[in-house]
């Protein structure tokens, strides 16, 4: 079965630094997707980046940026010049791509704030 | 506006009741995922469909049940409701091949 650690129940921040936000997952499948979901105080689960196990390049978003380590099994979020409205729940999940078989498995989120 | 729409946004009933939550997905998508956030945790997968029939399953309790109907909404049923089974149960929805699952609003149910 597959798991995801996040390591970091609560985590803050200063409004324009950096902060990063830990992942862990472990899986015998070699191929999988990993994400990174947001959940602001509406409780609206928005997706914040996709990576495909497959590409070795870190995937990107504006400010968003993740840290994709294949063989530790990492996924680390980058938040680049935080903003208020980054304040939330951060979610990290994983899914294997068999067909047939794609739900995601959620951590148990590292709850950022953002402080002015 | 991811595209899924969830009804209602909240119900309030009481144990031992049962309630019927609906989703919509987004169109074209196939999969329905239900999925239950108690307060202040992480998501819990409970059920997939896929096409009208179920694709995978996870701690689902025996008192609930989902069905996905052929225009493709879904519902999920609880039944003899108890006070632990309050939370916030959102549904998704995927297209093929997975890229992303796109959620609700979720439905926050409270058991009084």
């Known amino acids: 079965a597959q798991t995801v650690t996040q390591s970091q129940p609560e985590m803050s921040v200063q409004e324009a630094e950096t902060v990063t936000l830990s992942c862990t997952y472990d899986t015998s499948e070699s191929n999988y997707y990993l994400f990174w979901y947001k959940q602001p105080p509406s409780r609206q689960m928005i997706l914040v980046i996709r990576?495909?196990?497959?590409?070795?390049q870190n995937a990107t978003e504006n400010r968003f940026s993740v840290n994709f380590q294949k063989a530790a099994k990492s996924f680390s979020l980058k938040i680049s010049d935080s903003q208020l409205g980054d304040t939330a729940m951060y979610f990290c999940?994983?899914?294997?791509?068999?067909?047939?078989?794609?739900?995601?498995?959620f951590g148990t989120g590292t709850r950022l704030t953002i402080i002015p | 506006d991811s595209g899924v729409t969830q009804t209602p946004k909240h119900l309030i009933t009481a144990t031992g009741q049962r309630v019927t939550l609906r989703c919509s997905p987004r169109s074209g998508d196939l999969s329905v995922y239900w999925y239950q956030q108690s307060l202040d945790q992480g998501l819990q997968f409970l059920i997939q469909y896929y096409n009208g029939e179920e694709r995978a399953k996870g701690n689902i309790l025996e008192r609930f049940s989902a069905q996905q109907f052929p225009d493709l909404h879904s519902e999920l049923n609880l039944s003899s409701l108890e006070l632990g089974d309050s939370a916030l149960y959102f549904c998704a929805s995927s297209g093929e091949p997975l890229r992303e699952l796109f959620f609700g609003e979720g439905s926050r149910l409270t058991v009084l």
């Open positions: 999940a994983f899914s294997i791509s068999n067909f047939g078989n794609e739900k995601l498995t």
């Open positions: 990576q495909e196990a497959y590409k070795q």
